[in-house]
């Protein structure tokens, strides 16, 4: 073999960011939140594995239980199984009763503090929450376990030597299961890279992507030998990398991802929306972009919200060394579910986080970037969002997500005091899961049923989409593909059909506009582009 020869990450080459062995997302980051998730979701879940796992294989291959707490493991890694929840019991010891004590403590503040001061309960804190914890009130008196998040990153409850990389091939659109109820277990066709998120040598593994290095140089970054080659080549390859510059071309070219990622490029500047990006599976698939169609610089991502496709850890980690500056909104700071999103990014090694609050402003050249309300979505729970107004050149574009135009009047008002909005890209997941489905394992106590069906992170349906784009003036709409994209499923849990609610609603929403003259509306859909004058 000749040793000159350098390779770059294949293109059907996956690295799965993990949180022991289970895929990394805000609920198993953050050390408060993915100590609940631990204790609720993560034990129960193996726990019942073991119980029947052949219920849990079949149940995992029912199309209508996509999204359930099944372990898609085949019956022969019992044995793995049952040596994870033991090393989760005692890894995480200190974790699952942090979380067993905030929820105790909370309940029993619950019931007992009706307004007179908490000062006296401090001596009383559980040992766990000691020198991490302030004990407040809201307005109506009821009382609140605040945890301060900043020093739990510091604390023996943020486990960064538990970070890893999963690298794999992905052969299919549809080979993962679910993100989060299915751990990821070493296999004879994959390598495990254990390394905290925040360390530079990742980097160094991805801009192989672009940067071609040789086949000694890698087996040293990733700690391998030449005995591990049957392992790592099919993860590499010797084709040059696809050739990618920062667009110089008149007036702004925006760019779809799938889902809700766009990349908007102007004057040479590139803003990055939301980056939820793919592979090309070694089988083929639908049309895409990729993660070799992005330039060699974004100067800026947006983050809208930190919902797991939106703040997409295997994505950002991949694309660190080519942000100048992650742009998120900002956390209340009081409860625990509602997750620092610059916190975690600084976590992550990004250096140059900025946090947005409602109408604020970055300055780009020719241009600007505008923090917008963002309403709706997240099951009426306190929760860091923002939709995002980019203004290139002459025109102004409002990515504005998942919002759920609950007021009309919020978007008269951006609309009087920034202009009307030339194009507007929208998510419409009108239906969304029940408040259970995600926070369930992180709250104190659930509501019942009735109500946690009620409080669903749904969006906009027709009827509110067309609210919005009238009050902001708009005629150019696009709607993104909520989860459609088949590489999408192992993480939406969605089973698209042709005239499900959701393409009932978008089609109602087009249809309209079209009939009202809109210069454009329609339904993105794999990759697309769209370019826009002035």
Not at 38 to 44: G, H, I, P
Not at 63 to 72: E, H, I, S
């Amino acid at each position: 073999m000749n040793k000159q020869t350098s390779y770059r990450l294949a293109d059907a080459t996956v690295a799965e960011a993990l949180v022991d062995n289970w895929v990394a997302w805000p609920h198993t980051f953050s050390p408060v939140p993915y100590s609940l998730h631990l204790l609720n979701y993560q034990k129960k879940t193996l726990a019942s594995y073991l119980q029947n796992p052949a219920l849990h294989v079949k149940s995992s291959q029912n199309p209508k239980l996509l999204g359930g707490a099944f372990v898609n493991l085949p019956v022969e890694r019992v044995p793995d199984i049952v040596a994870l929840l033991v090393r989760l019991e005692r890894v995480h010891s200190d974790d699952l009763a942090l979380a067993q004590e905030l929820v105790d403590f909370q309940n029993l503040l619950d019931k007992e503090a009706v307004g007179q001061s908490l000062n006296s309960y401090y001596p009383h804190l559980p040992e766990s929450l000691r020198g991490y914890v302030e004990l407040l009130y809201d307005y109506h008196s009821r009382p609140i376990v605040r945890c301060i998040e900043s020093l739990f990153y510091h604390s023996r409850h943020y486990k960064k030597q538990l970070q890893s990389l999963h690298l794999f091939t992905q052969t299919h659109d549809r080979m993962r299961a679910y993100y989060m109820s299915t751990p990821r277990l070493p296999d004879s066709n994959s390598i495990d890279w254990t390394l905290p998120f925040a360390q530079a040598e990742l980097d160094g593994l991805f801009k192989l992507d672009s940067q071609p290095q040789p086949l000694a140089f890698i087996r040293e970054l990733l700690g391998l030998a030449a005995a591990d080659d049957g392992k790592l080549l099919p993860l590499l390859t010797n084709q040059p990398p696809k050739a990618t510059a920062n667009w110089q071309g008149q007036g702004t070219r925006i760019r779809y991802f799938g889902h809700a990622s766009m990349l908007v490029e102007f004057n040479g500047t590139a803003i990055l929306i939301d980056p939820f990006l793919t592979v090309q599976p070694g089988q083929g698939g639908i049309e895409r972009y990729t993660f070799q169609d992005l330039p060699p610089k974004i100067d800026y991502v947006l983050i809208t919200h930190g919902h797991h496709d939106h703040f997409v850890f295997e994505t950002l980690l991949r694309i660190r060394h080519k942000i100048g500056c992650l742009v998120v909104p900002k956390a209340s700071g009081i409860f625990y579910g509602d997750i620092s999103l610059k916190l975690m990014a600084q976590a992550l090694g990004f250096t140059h986080v900025v946090e947005v609050e409602p109408l604020d402003t970055l300055a780009v050249p020719h241009g600007e970037i505008v923090a917008v309300p963002f309403l709706g979505e997240h099951n009426d729970l306190p929760f860091a969002k923002s939709a995002y107004l980019v203004k290139a050149g002459t025109k102004q574009i409002l990515f504005a997500a998942d919002s759920n135009c609950l007021d009309k009047r919020m978007y008269e008002n951006l609309c009087a005091e920034r202009g009307a909005v030339d194009v507007v890209f929208l998510g419409m997941e009108c239906v969304g899961a029940p408040l259970s489905w995600v926070y369930g394992p992180i709250l104190p106590k659930l509501p019942d049923y009735k109500h946690c069906q009620s409080r669903r992170s749904n969006g906009s349906n027709a009827a509110v989409a067309m609210d919005l784009l009238q009050a902001v003036g708009n005629h150019q709409v696009y709607v993104y593909a909520i989860g459609r994209e088949p590489w999408l499923q192992y993480f939406m849990a969605l089973e698209p059909e042709d005239d499900d609610v959701y393409i009932q609603e978008i089609n109602q929403l087009l249809t309209a506009c079209q009939n009202q003259g809109f210069i454009d509306a329609r339904r993105l859909y794999g990759r697309d582009e769209i370019f826009l004058a002035g």
